[in-house]
């Protein structure tokens, strides 16, 4: 029986992962028309991540205050938006209340992006989904833990989010003894992800899941721990009316639905005339480090990600995500190429040149036109000489005749 469960679970799984997870890699991202740095934003949540990218390029400070802005931050290292890797580590503060007053703690952000199959070699493919959904170590989460010993300092505090598998490889780090036993880890977030290591992760875990996202059961805890894996999930409708891959790849970075969530998942609200929910960070960029993932090492990315740019065809779209607040005008015009600021003289150059060489033609064509007139005139006249000749020899052998 056991056994048959268990092949069940793993059917499920991996039924899931082809199905739904290459959709996720895919819908609500940038995909590639025509060039390496030729893009089409598909959706304005892409917009709000792009802005989020913008803001760590340029090293700002920023305060994210809701569940919202931090799936922003989980879905960064997706290689559609950059080539750093999918492991994010950040230095920044948190502040919330507690029944004692204010608290104030220095922190890292530990943010892991999901699955993702379009990079060569990276850990975060069907196979890791398998691993972690069954709780068994993998390789994404090796790394992870590499990437947290390398770049936090030991005894540290430790935030982790994560967007789908991301959140899964969030709660297995948050299980492990070497990182319980050398820092600690004060909150866990996860984004559409499964209950993962129940029983053993340290910290307070909340995962949010839209009412249309399925993936928040797939994992072995829907058959050993069923009521835990579904009361453990914190539920918002997204209105995507049972469209799972969509309210995955989109729900979780909309303020209008999980805005009224804290940066760490805890819904805001009050208890015992305590205001709960109140957990704020303001992470320092300039101090982001993305690691790779790859089969048999981590490696550190720590130079400043590049942004890519997106083509005329999105300029509604862009506008209308600068409208609904997804993305500064200043990021719009560092990602979008149909704003006309740069290479003006060469442009004005090689309309010059075009006008130059149209006006060449031009006038070749109308000299061949004048030779061709000019032709067709000389043989008109010959033929008319021709034709006269024959007339008159005509008329002189009448003459003849007659005589």
Known sequence: MKKRVLRFLATALAVTTVFVNPIVSEAGSILPAGGDTNYILHTETDFKIMDMVYKIQNGETVTIENAAQMATLTKV????????????????RMTYNTYWGTE????YVVALSGTETIVDNQTTTIKEDLLSGFELSNEYKTNVKNAIIDRIPAG???ILAGHSLGGMIAQQVAADKYIKDNYEVLNTVT????LIKGFTREGMVKRLGDTSDKNPFYSISTFLNIA???AGV?????GYNGDSSAAHCDSYLREDVWGSYDCCGEKKGSTLWVQTGTRMLTLNFATTSFYTSLYGTTSVARTSIIPTQTTAA???LAKKAVADGYITEDALAKFTTFVPATNEDSVETEVSEVMESEVEESI???AEETAVVETGAVESMDAETDEAAVVEAEAVEAETVAE
């Open 77 to 92: 290292g997706y290689a559609d938006y950059q080539s750093a890797g999918p492991i994010c580590i950040t230095e920044g």
């Open 314 to 316: 999105c300029y509604d």
């Open 191 to 194: 984004f559409g992800s499964p």
């Open 104 to 107: 104030d703690k220095e922190v």
């Open 156 to 158: 540290s505090n430790i």
């Open 364 to 366: 070749d064509a109308e």
């Open 228 to 230: 835990w894996q579904y």
């Open 234 to 238: 914190n539920h918002e409708d997204g």
